[in-house]
């Protein structure tokens, strides 16, 4: 016998006793009887998403859950309970969560789950929704517990899946299929967020200052490279004179007075 489904294998339409029969025959003839006016109380409806779990005399009746279409109940001796099968989502509260590095946090999170067997949700839970609110909480703070702030912040998605596992195993025996969790927010202290606001600041302008010190080491190495060229060709030089002279002149339309370049010189000087 399955453990999860207990009243779901012991009930059968027999087990009310001679009582019970002698009921079930009393309500049989008057719904003949009236028909088909009876017709009105003995025939009930359930969408293609639900799911009705039949009582009799207060005993679950055997086999699964009716649905979707018709079905019929025998009046004054039959209850049923209709189940919905889609998937609800709901907000699980900010909780006031101590890191293991000893960081107060507040962390909230969303989850998604659906009825996988409506006849455990209805015999096995009072109020399968609240539970499933109250476990996802409680789950919540449990596993946030065991992490740092740090992978708190950067392993969201980790977190998300123990969080599932741990909440879908929980909730088996009530009929609930856990289908996602996510955790939507992670509220800081105030101080808190300054100290990481400053410390990502200082590592910002240190790699800007790491950056900078390599540019001007790479802008080095190119002039050096650049004056031993011009240091073997004197005519490299001439020309990258004559070309900064070209320059200043295109920017402003005044006098320039410069000294002539002594290779010009040198026959006057010999």
């Known amino acids: 016998m399955d453990p999860k489904k207990p009243d779901q294998d012991r009930g059968s339409d ?13 309500s049989l003839i008057l719904v003949v009887l009236s028909l088909p006016f009876s017709l009105y109380w003995c025939i009930a409806i359930v969408q293609e ?35 919905d099968l889609r998937v609800v989502s709901f907000d699980v509260p900010p909780q006031e969560v101590l890191t293991r590095d000893s960081v107060t946090v507040a962390v909230d999170a969303v989850v998604y789950y659906r009825v996988s067997n409506a006849t455990s949700t209805v015999n096995n839970v009072a109020n399968a929704s609240k539970s499933t609110k109250l476990l996802a909480a409680s789950i919540l703070r449990n596993t946030l517990g065991t992490k ?6 950067s392993e969201r998605e980790q977190i998300s899946q123990l969080m599932q596992g741990a909440l879908d195993e929980a909730t088996d025996p009530w009929g609930i299929k856990v289908e996602r969790v996510e955790v939507k927010d992670v509220r800081l202290p105030v101080q808190l967020q300054r100290a990481m606001a400053a410390e990502a600041e200082a590592s910002r302008e240190a790699r800007a200052k790491v950056i900078a010190a ?8 190119a002039l050096k490279d650049a004056a031993d060229i011009m240091v073997d060709s004197p005519g490299a030089l001439q020309l990258r004179y004559l070309q900064t002279l070209s320059t200043i002149s295109a920017e402003k339309n005044s006098t320039i007075i410069f000294p002539l370049p002594m290779d010009l010189l040198k026959g006057f000087i010999k």
């Open 14 to 26: 027999g087990d009310n006793g001679f009582c019970g029969q002698i009921l079930t025959v009393f």
């Open 49 to 83: 998403y639900e799911r009705a779990v039949i009582y009799r005399l207060g005993r679950l009746m055997s086999g699964e859950a009716k649905g979707p279409g018709l079905f019929f109940i025998l009046p004054c001796i039959d209850e049923y309970s209709k189940v």
């Open 148 to 153: 740092t702030m740090s992978e708190i912040l």
């Open 214 to 221: 390599e540019g001007e080491q790479k802008a080095s190495r």
